[in-house]
């Protein structure tokens, strides 16, 4: 396994539509694996492809805590197949955002059809957490970012401070 980059706002890239995978082979499984031990060691609880400059469909998520047995989730081609009209409120944080985070109002409840790991089809009945954090990770997907949810003069606002942090990290002391 290794670490990639993560891609941060403002990049072109993560407005971009990710394509879906065609099948699940070792290639996609080291990628898998590369996903999981960036979001780990960022630390994050999710991950979309994308964030790392692959425009497919795939996620990876751990919700487990600090000292838990590690729980990770493989999600190839997820889609949404329902979503509630209850809506819950979760304050979201983005790995492409960092430092940033705001209250997101979803649905409560979603129901997922995916490919796992392994290439097998599968269902999933999310709420609480879990399905906040899939429905943020399916966005990214889409090329939606948590930001595109909020006033445009909070969304500039993030986006302003976050070119400034990108312009200072590109400094070099010599
Ligand atoms: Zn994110």
Do not use: W
Request: net charge positive; glycine share 6%.
């Amino acid at each position: 396994m290794s670490k990639r980059d993560i891609v941060v706002e403002p990049n072109p890239i993560l407005r971009k539509k990710s394509q879906s995978l065609e099948k699940v082979d070792n290639d996609l499984r080291k990628l898998m694996d590369d996903m999981l031990e960036t979001m780990y060691s960022a630390p994050g609880i999710g991950l979309a492809a994308v964030q790392v400059g692959i425009l497919k469909r795939l996620i990876v998520i751990d919700l487990s805590k600090d000292g838990e047995k590690k729980n990770p989730l493989f999600l190839v081609n997820p889609e949404l197949t329902f979503k509630s009209k209850k809506t819950s409120i979760h304050e979201e944080g983005c790995l492409s955002l960092p430092g940033h985070f705001a209250e997101v109002e979803r649905p409560a409840e979603c129901h997922l059809n995916y490919i796992d790991y392994n290439g097998k089809e599968k269902k999933l009945k999310a709420d609480g957490l879990l399905s906040t954090c899939i429905q943020h990770e399916v966005d990214h997907l889409n090329g939606i970012l948590f930001i595109d949810y909020l006033s445009k003069l909070k969304r500039d606002m993030i986006i302003k401070k976050l070119k400034k942090n990108n312009k200072e990290k590109n400094k070099i002391i010599l």
